[in-house]
């Protein structure tokens, strides 16, 4: 059974940066098509933050963390990564890695991925 594990959450100041980790066992990130990154903040609903595709020649990010996060995988290792840069309180949340099977055009959509992780926590906050 798959199973994904996050880490590298913490607290940070505005304009601040993390890097967030996410290891898959039981399988590898090749098995699927896409890793995604979503996120949830409190009081709010799971919103897609960013993913790349199986391969690594395409990433796609959402409108609000485009420009300061960077999406990346190593198959060698079963990692995937998110670089967080210039952090605003905004981007408070639990995070979760993803992996699915989707059709690139349902990227977005965490309804369609397949397995996931715990989560992390950012708190981004002066």
């Known amino acids: 059974q798959v199973q994904l594990v996050e880490s590298g959450g913490g607290s940070v100041q505005p304009g601040g940066s993390l890097r967030l980790s996410c290891r898959i066992s039981g399988g590898t990130f090749r098995s699927y098509t896409v890793v995604g990154w979503f996120r949830r903040a409190p009081g709010k609903e799971r919103e897609f933050v960013a993913a790349?595709?199986?391969?690594?020649?395409?990433?796609y990010y959402a409108d609000s963390v485009k420009g300061r996060f960077t999406i990346s995988r190593r198959h060698a290792e079963n990692m995937a990564y998110l670089e967080m840069n210039t952090l605003t309180p905004d981007d408070t949340a639990v995070y979760y890695c993803g992996v699915g099977s989707q059709v690139l055009s349902a990227i977005r959509d965490g309804a369609l991925y397949k397995s996931w992780g715990q989560g992390t926590q950012v708190t981004v906050s002066s």
């Open positions: 790349i595709r199986q391969s690594g020649d395409y990433t």
